[in-house]
């Protein structure tokens, strides 16, 4: 079996404070799921090493606006390239599908009937109060809300977002066959350094 892993980055600023340099927001927090072991792993600022071994040992690394967030956040941490890696963003594939950016909350809620925990001001004042128990659930609770969301994509071949607030539009999305062919040809693992 393929080894997927869903990721979600926190962050300890807010875009105001760094001046909207995505770089200089630095990671509080991290929440990787891996497909092959079925466990969440958890990871902070000082641990992040960890993660890119996940990522490195992955066939498919999976986010929701990962590859203009995320990725950019989590860059200065790591020494190889991290856009070598083999991604997936949910968000990039609706955005290019429908022509529109929606949260992942209205995605989650029209498509699970769940939604998020929280919001990402406030995931920064956990950081700031020293709640790291309670950041690292709310990332985990966005992690697995994103992981519902792909899978659902990719069993039933469309998700749903709403039109107003008590309609839903049916959105068709090809993730098995995107992710199948991106996958296709891969190793198992997914080394990006150059040694």
Not at 31 to 45: G, L, P
Not at 79 to 85: A, E, I, P, R
Not at 127 to 149: F, H, M, N, S
């Amino acid at each position: 079996m393929k080894n997927y892993v869903v990721f979600d980055v926190e962050t300890q600023n807010s875009f105001r404070e760094v001046n909207n340099d995505t770089k200089k927001l630095k990671v509080s927090v991290v929440v990787a799921y891996e497909y092959e072991t079925q466990k969440m792993h958890h990871f902070t600022e000082k641990n992040i090493a960890g993660l890119f071994k996940l990522f490195e040992n992955s066939s498919l690394i999976i986010g929701f606006n990962s590859k203009s967030f995320d990725l950019v956040v989590l860059s200065p941490y790591y020494v190889g390239n991290l856009s070598q890696f083999t991604h997936f963003d949910i968000l990039e594939n609706i955005k290019e599908t429908t022509g529109r950016r929606y949260p992942l909350d209205d995605l989650v809620q029209a498509t699970l009937g769940k939604g998020k925990s929280g919001h990402g001001l406030q995931a920064i004042e956990f950081y700031r109060q020293g709640k790291i128990t309670e950041l690292l659930q709310y990332c985990q609770d966005d992690v697995q809300l994103t992981k519902e969301l792909f899978d659902f994509g990719v069993n039933n071949g469309h998700v749903f977002a709403p039109s107003s607030p008590t309609n839903k539009i049916k959105i068709t999305v090809d993730w098995a066959k995107i992710v199948s062919e991106k996958t296709k040809t891969q190793a198992s693992h997914n080394f990006t350094l150059g040694f």
